[in-house]
Nanobody
Framework: QVQLVESGGGLVQAGDSLRLSCAAS????????MGWFRQPPGKEREFVAA????????LYADSVKGRFTISRDNAKNTVTLQIDNLKASDTAVYYC?????????????????WGQGTQVVVSS
């Protein structure tokens, strides 16, 4: 059984930084791409960022380029999302996801494993 557990969310001020972490277990973590998605209040889940199995290739949504950084540590089975210069529009539940491919992808259908999510609220 695959488990993904997110942490690091919370209430922050606009302009602050935040670091979200995802701990994975129960699967050959290092063989698959990982990603982050988010679901703003009242909206559908949207792609944020993804990283290839060895961490050499990354993919970002246009709305977060330059502010979000995804990284992974295969030795620790963790993937991290660094968020800088937070905006009110970043308010959402953030989900860690495990892909069924080795290369980064923005497609929800390419992710077969999901965490429970961590809430990020940005006050302006």
């Amino acid at each position: 059984q695959v488990q993904l557990v997110e942490s690091g969310g919370g209430l922050v001020q606009a302009g602050d930084s935040l670091r979200l972490s995802c701990a994975a277990s129960g699967r050959t973590f290092s063989s698959y791409a990982m990603g982050w998605f988010r679901q703003p209040p009242g909206k559908e889940r949207e792609f944020v960022a993804a990283i290839s199995w060895r961490g050499r290739s990354t993919l970002y949504a246009d709305s977060v380029k330059g502010r979000f950084t995804i990284s992974r540590d295969n030795a620790k089975n963790t993937v991290t999302l660094q968020i800088d210069n937070l905006k009110a529009s970043d308010t959402a539940v953030y989900y860690c996801a495990g892909a069924t491919t080795s290369l980064p992808t923005p497609r929800v259908a390419d992710f077969g494993f999901w965490g429970q999510g961590t809430q990020v609220v940005v006050s302006s």
